[in-house]
């Protein structure tokens, strides 16, 4: 059962969890659940046995030219675009 590590964006709630995610907050969930959360949603990582991120995952969105960028849905229905390590908007820990 992988841990996955909530690397962006705002506080975000999972009924089947049970549990709030900010920034930070890790939990081990089931191959499917960390690959939706780490390849569909973007903004977790999968964490190593040594704790660290696995880095050899790609995280967020890629711009046409190939940057990571935030990828979250604005309420707007558009792609915030911004840089994916530069967002403050969406990885303040108020939002």
């Not at 990582?45 to 890629?62: F, W």
């Not at 940057?67 to 915030?80: A, N």
Request: overall charge negative.
């Amino acid at each position: 059962m992988p841990t996955v590590e909530k690397i962006r964006g705002g506080e975000v709630y999972f009924p089947a969890l049970e549990q709030d995610f900010s920034k930070g907050d890790r939990a081990d969930v089931s191959d499917g659940l960390a690959t939706y959360l780490c390849d569909e949603r973007g903004d977790f990582e999968v964490v190593e046995d040594d704790g660290t991120l696995d880095t050899n995952e790609t995280s967020g969105t890629k711009s046409d030219d190939g940057e990571d960028i935030c990828g979250v849905e604005k309420s707007d229905g558009e792609t915030c675009t911004r840089p994916a390590d530069e967002c403050p908007y969406h990885d303040s820990e108020e939002n």
